[in-house]
């Protein structure tokens, strides 16, 4: 995500969530804090939602294993064309056939 779009997003839920409880006080009353505060919970938890599905392909705990896909559609077309499991062995690394 661009850096001036996450600037935007980040300083729109801060302002929503600034401005929540003005707008909700005469109508919730003393329940306000209690709805501001799930609201507001909300908002911030799908902005860091945002920044963590941002990026799926990485090295972090949450990313996506492309290097267990990778191998595992090796392994599969190796199986489907017939070719011995142990040229794999030979070169882990490696996701094409030479």
């Known amino acids: ?8 997003l980040h300083r729109t839920v801060y302002l929503y969530c600034f401005w929540l ?3 909700l006080v005469d109508s919730l009353d003393w ?9 507001s919970y909300t908002f911030i938890a799908l902005d860091a939602i945002i920044q963590e ?3 799926p392909f990485g090295e972090e705990d949450n990313d ?4 267990s896909i990778c191998r595992t559609i090796e392994f599969s077309i190796f199986e ?7 040229e794999l062995i030979k070169k ?3 996701y094409f056939v030479d």
């Open 80 to 86: 489907q064309a017939e070719i011995p499991q142990g």
């Open 92 to 94: 882990p690394d490696s």
């Open 53 to 55: 599905i941002a990026e």
């Open 21 to 23: 409880p003005f707008g």
């Open 64 to 67: 996506l294993a492309l290097n």
């Open 31 to 39: 329940m306000m804090p209690l709805i501001v505060l799930l609201i």
């Open 1 to 8: 995500m661009p850096f001036a779009y996450s600037v935007l």
